[in-house]
């Protein structure tokens, strides 16, 4: 069984910065390209950005510049560190991950964080 857990959420100010992490847990063979996704009310959830397992990272146009995706593989944990937020970037933050255990490599989700941009 593998848990994806979130934390990291919350309300800001425009301009501000929020730091999400997300941490795998269970029987984990390899983790594999993880990412970050959101999903806005009335929107289909989008990628927001991807880190391979060699630490490649990938960004949507609307964050470059201001979010960082990083990973401690030690800790089977990646982040994201958000910049200068906007409103437009509220949203439920979704973890995933690639993992492979004993059964096999699956997709897997973590429960998401509200992030909320507002004055």
């Known amino acids: 069984q593998v848990q994806l857990v979130e934390s990291g959420g919350g309300l800001v100010q425009p301009g501000g910065s929020l730091r999400l992490s997300c941490a795998a847990s269970?029987?984990?063979?390899?983790?594999?390209?993880m990412g970050w996704y959101r999903q806005a009310p009335g929107k289909q959830r989008e990628l927001v950005a991807g880190?391979?397992?060699?630490?490649?990272?990938d960004y949507t146009d609307s964050v470059k510049g201001r979010f960082t995706i990083s990973r401690d593989n030690a800790k089977n944990t990646v982040y994201l560190q958000m910049n200068s937020l906007k409103p437009e970037d509220t949203a439920v933050y979704y973890c995933n991950a690639d993992i492979s255990t004993w059964s096999g490599k699956y997709p897997y989700w973590g429960q998401g964080t509200q992030v909320t941009v507002s004055s």
């Open positions: 269970g029987s984990i063979i390899k983790i594999h390209t």
């Open positions: 880190i391979s397992s060699g630490g490649s990272t």
